[in-house]
């Protein structure tokens, strides 16, 4: 095991250990009796796939820049909103499809055609809605990024 993946281990554990609950209720294994506990156990879901997901962690970085890009070029409402759904939506598909292939990978253990092709289309499903993110941001900040570097070469050049 490689120093930086034990390192995530003694991360995820020392989360997990943070997020603690001792979870099920009503003869259901793994049912959670209180929504504080449906939300930890959330929490510790995304905590685990950005530990664990290098993609999951660029995406997260790329809604950062997004977020204070927003901020800098102080976009509208209708603007914060087509750029919030695209970074959330993003992320909660990144974060299926890591889901999706944890348990493809339990269930099966051999190559599988068809576990292949499920994989493949829920990693299909977030490279979607990255494109839907890509256009979105461009068409929302292209203009704004031009229009001050157009200024910026107007005042250098001393027009």
């Known amino acids: 095991m490689s120093t930086l993946r034990r390192a995530r281990a003694v991360l995820f554990r020392q989360a997990l250990r943070l997020l603690a609950d001792g979870s099920s209720s009503n003869g259901v294994p793994g049912k959670n009796r209180r929504f504080s506990r449906s939300f930890k156990n959330a929490l510790r879901g995304i905590l685990f796939t950005f530990i664990n997901e290098r993609n999951f962690r660029f995406e997260a970085l790329m809604a950062v820049l997004a977020v204070i890009a927003g ?17 959330f939506l993003v992320l909660a598909l990144e974060a299926k499809n890591t889901s999706l292939e944890l348990t493809t990978n339990i269930a099966t253990r051999e190559y599988d055609y068809g576990a292949k092709g499920s994989k493949d289309a829920s990693s299909g499903a977030v490279l979607l809605a990255s494109a839907s993110s890509v256009l979105a941001g461009l068409f929302i900040f292209a203009p704004r990024i031009f229009a001050l570097a157009w200024k910026t070469v107007s005042i250098l050049l001393g027009n």
């Open 71 to 87: 901020l800098a070029f102080g976009i509208d409402r209708l603007e914060w909103a087509i750029i919030l759904t695209n970074v």
